[in-house]
């Protein structure tokens, strides 16, 4: 079982074939509205490749929170565990695309409704993963206590910590695997760039992904870098979230990382193909004939 603790918003997507200056007013070519979210992108990737999953977070008592419950049932994800607030709306993230690459501004909404306590009614949900996925679209409080739950129940967590936040130092011990793409990378190198063994300690936990660079990681210290597969792009949007679920899955399986990153690495390719974070994920087939 591959648990998601994090967040669930619509996303509202605009392609241009020009990029708007500051209080300039173009046309846009289409518009689309596309279920997204860090964590609900993450437990569609992992669920599309097969796995079993859970989600646990908040809609609002919306038309999107409703849409969305009934789209993430049809994947076979399980929904008890995502309950509807009243008194916030779901999630929404404004995204324009342009030339395959993306802008985006997050209204978390029902989202920050995400918080300790919840989390910890969901305690035993918790510790009856395999793998615990989380991101920091909802509030860090509520990722500390999910990382302090898993970690006592000795359930393996990966984290990715987009958008980027301070991560104390705390932290570390109690995450498997930290999945920062290389801008967050650069920012948690500079934060701890004066605690040396900090840094090498966290090496073996690190998976970078670097998009048409490929993935980097740590064996012993020594880098080991899995290239990129070569595609054509038309939508980056969803292409991290993709990689951490199929990292989830993969390891879920019992592959050693360098061969799981693999696995992650063609299935983020895959998925930027398409318009769309989760519409762009790819089936276990699709990975398999790729």
Known sequence: ???????????????TSKDPSLGETVLGKQFSTI?????????????????DVQMIGRVGDDLFGKEYLIHLRNLGISTENVKPV???????????????????????????????????????????????????????????????IAHKGGVQVILNPAPFEHIPKHWFEMITYLTPNQYEAEQLFTLYKDDSDLL????EKLVI?????????????????????????????????????????ALSEGNDLK????????????????????SGMPSREEVNRF
């Open 259 to 278: 061969s799981a990153c693999e696995f992650a690495v063609k299935s983020s390719a895959l998925s930027v193909t398409k318009l769309g974070a989760q």
């Open 200 to 203: 090498i300690s966290l090496k």
């Open 86 to 148: 009243t008194h916030q709306k779901t999630g929404i993230a404004s995204i324009t695309v342009y030339e395959g690459d993306n802008k985006i501004i997050v209204v978390p909404g029902a989202n920050l409704q995400v918080t300790p306590d919840v989390v910890e009614e969901y305690k035993d949900e918790i510790l009856k993963s395999d793998w615990l996925l989380l991101q920091f679209e909802i509030p860090l409080e509520s990722v500390e206590k999910a990382l302090e």
């Open 1 to 15: 079982m591959i648990t998601v603790l994090g967040s669930i918003n619509m996303d509202l997507v605009t392609v």
């Open 35 to 51: 279920p997204g979210g860090k964590g609900a992108n993450q437990a569609v990737a992992a669920a599309k490749l097969g796995a």
């Open 209 to 249: 992904t670097k998009g048409a660079q490929g993935v980097l990681l740590y064996d012993r210290e020594r880098e080991v870098s899995i290239p990129a597969l070569k595609v054509e792009a038309v939508d980056t949007t969803g292409a991290g979230d993709t990689f951490n679920g199929a990292l989830a899955v």
